[in-house]
């Protein structure tokens, strides 16, 4: 007779054993890997929880350090291969198999044991797509998370960095796994529960705060006169024409000099209130002035940002906050919005190739992608109207009935026509595509297809890809905003010329913008410290970025 | 440093009075341009001192681009580059065109 409750008889043993390590559920932190050699075995698929912001830092290299043959080929499945803890696994022999989504600041270390094959790769993903996967394929047998604080019941505040925790947490603790937290302190009554207890097997206590990366702070006082012209061709060119109220924006300085522009230039144009007011976005620093300008009815956040807490705080009618008043984010349900109820996303990468596909991939890094591709995506699912996908779909299909005819979500890609230490952003063939024959790959990884992205902005234009009938003329319409670059300078002017005439391609002075206008004076704010003082004093900027 | 020097049909004559006008600033990433009056007034000289080697084909696009689109005959430009990428460089030239343009105060 098949027994129908291995996976939970299991998870007792397990809870057993670690509880030689524990009081309650309270472990103690310096015989941590010890307790979680009893508690994992090999071949466990674990997640160790971490994202491009938070980080269970204590348990991983807590993990970094359990004894290899007791321990060894664990399958690990995280948001994030961030910390050097989450890559000494699979040197260690420890960890052997990773699916994972994001690997910003290890992406050159990863690349290199990818390519010596110290790591089986299973896939990189997306952030909403690997928590899919938790409740499909991938459901961990124990989950490594952090929070801000517990109580002896194991009850849990994760506070404005909530992110990832409850998806992680639902698909563990409902699927049979074991969850053990690491929090800044043990309390006797929390702010507000963000995870029961019940769910809760194991908490440790770090003594300090788990690390958060400010990954959404961008420095005005870094945005160049170019950045200012092409995000004044996104808000005239693009925001005004199309209405674009619900939107989400990538972390890049494009975009932030489209925040800092809303109270100045947008406030010229006469844009208050008609765009940008609905975000999926986290808690930008640079959209401190427009939000004090009266511009954004409501954000919801993927997670929070360093030093935003107060302000965050402060301003309830605009983010989602608890009963206690700091904010509650979460990584799942701000990437759903950003896919089904966003009517614009818009992001820099790194690479373009003449189809329209864009990759951050270089030949030796592998950054992951993290949420873009997600909202970076004409959602298929998505059934309710709105003008600007109405828009862009009559755009796209100008002879299809209406009433059957799908709306477009518009996916913009903007930035300069080269780069870091003058890399062409668009080029003959993606990295992405060397390093899928490199390592063999099924799927190249590209961060967002030709056939979702809708326009592309450079200094030089904006280009229209709904409005291209073909193959040849998406060619001519990338090359047309291509600047100097080699792409660029293989145009064929009169084809150029002809698709300018259509407005498939618009140059600054189509739109009514001298370039010369681009000046930083048109910043709502030129430095940290205007954002600082903008949010009267409630932002409080991490070290790192006070200058003064 | 490498030095490169463009003798340039200019069709159209720079405007304006003043004599000479110096924008940007020698940094990574940017340039300093400098913007005189002299030589024949359907030709532009632009003499380049560059940090970064090999971008020759570059400028050539570049200041080629420049003097199609702006007032530049007659002007000599000489520029300090520290490495400016070209969307930088054809701003700076454009900034320096209307600022010679500008009446003295």
């Known amino acids: ?548 | 440093m490498e030095t490169l020097r463009f003798d340039l049909d200019a069709p159209k004559a720079a405007g304006g009075t003043r004599t000479l006008a110096l924008v940007g600033v020698v940094a990574s990433g940017n340039l300093e341009v400098l913007i005189e009056r002299g030589g024949p007034a359907e030709r532009c000289i632009i003499e380049v001192a560059t940090a970064a080697h090999g971008f020759k084909a570059l400028w050539d696009a570049v200041t080629a681009d420049f003097v199609s689109r702006r007032a530049a005959g007659g002007l000599r430009i000489s520029i300090n580059d520290g490495g400016a990428r070209p969307d930088t460089v054809s701003l700076r030239l454009a900034q320096g065109v209307r600022l010679i343009e500008e009446p003295e105060e």
């Not at chain 1, 705060?209 to 060119?237: C, H, N, S």
């Not at chain 1, 008043?325 to 979460?330: A, E, F, I, T, Y």
Request: proline share 6%; hydrophobic share 40%.
């Open chain 1, 1 to 548: 007779m098949r027994a129908w409750d291995s996976q939970k008889k299991t998870r007792e043993e397990r809870v057993a054993a670690g509880s030689a390590f524990a009081r309650g559920k309270l472990v103690s932190a310096d015989r941590l890997a010890h307790f979680l050699e009893a508690i994992i075995r090999p071949g466990d698929r674990v997640c160790v929880e971490g994202d491009n912001q938070k980080q269970a830092d204590l348990l991983a290299a807590a993990l970094a350090e359990v004894d290899a043959s007791r321990i060894h080929d664990l399958h690990m499945i995280q948001s994030g291969v961030v910390l050097p803890e989450h890559l000494d696994l699979f040197e260690k022999g420890i960890a052997k198999r990773l699916d994972f989504s994001y690997s910003g600041p290890q992406s050159a270390r990863i690349a290199r044991m990818l390519f010596s094959g110290q790591i089986e790769l299973g896939a990189i993903h997306t952030y909403l797509e690997l928590f899919a996967r938790y409740f499909v394929d991938l459901t961990p047998q124990v989950a490594l998370i952090a929070a801000v604080s517990a109580d002896r019941d194991g009850n849990l505040y994760t506070g404005p960095n909530t992110e990832d925790t409850p998806t992680v947490v639902e698909a563990t603790s409902f699927g049979n796994g074991l969850v053990v937290a690491q929090v800044g302190e043990i309390v006797d009554k929390l702010p507000r529960v963000d995870i029961p207890g019940d769910l809760v097997h194991f908490v440790v206590d770090a003594g300090k705060p788990f690390y958060v990366e400010p990954l959404f702070t961008r420095d005005p006082a870094a945005i160049t006169e170019t950045q200012i012209l092409t995000a004044m061709m996104a808000i005239k060119g693009l925001y005004q024409p199309y209405g674009i109220r619900r939107l989400n924006h990538g972390i890049g300085f494009n975009t932030a000099a489209i925040e800092l522009l809303l109270p100045t230039y947008g406030e010229k144009l006469g844009l208050k209130g008609k765009v940008c007011t609905h975000w999926a976005l986290n808690p930008h620093p640079t959209l401190i002035p427009a939000i004090e300008a009266g511009w954004v009815e409501r954000i919801h956040s993927f997670g929070s940002e360093v030093g935003m807490e107060d302000y965050l705080r402060a301003r309830p009618d605009i983010f989602f906050t608890g009963p206690d008043g700091s904010l509650r984010s979460n990584r799942a349900f701000s990437q759903t919005a950003g896919l089904y109820a966003c009517d614009m996303f818009i992001g820099s990468t790194l690479q373009i190739d003449l189809n329209g596909h864009s990759s951050t991939v270089t030949p030796s890094r592998i950054a992951g992608f993290g949420g873009a591709p997600n909202m970076g995506s004409d959602p298929r699912g998505r059934r309710h109207p709105s003008e600007p996908w109405l828009r862009a779909g009559l755009e796209a299909d100008p002879d299809g009935p209406a009433p059957l005819r799908r709306g477009r979500k518009l996916v913009v890609q903007i930035g300069e026509t080269f780069g870091e230490g003058n890399a062409p952003l668009f080029v003959e063939k993606l990295a992405a595509l060397e390093l899928a024959e490199k390592l063999d790959l099924p799927l190249a990884p590209v961060m967002v297809y030709a056939d979702d992205t809708s326009h592309i902005i450079t200094e030089e234009g904006i280009a229209n890809l709904l409005l291209c009938r073909d193959k040849d003329e998406i060619e001519h319409a990338i090359r047309g905003v291509a600047g100097f670059t080699e792409i660029g300078r293989r145009r064929d002017q009169k084809m150029v010329e002809r698709l300018r005439e259509r407005k498939v391609i618009q140059r600054p002075e189509d739109l009514g913008i001298d370039p010369l206008d681009a000046d930083r004076s048109l910043l709502a704010a030129r430095s940290i410290k205007d954002l600082m003082l903008a949010s009267g004093g409630l932002y409080r900027p991490p070290s790192k970025f006070r200058n003064w």
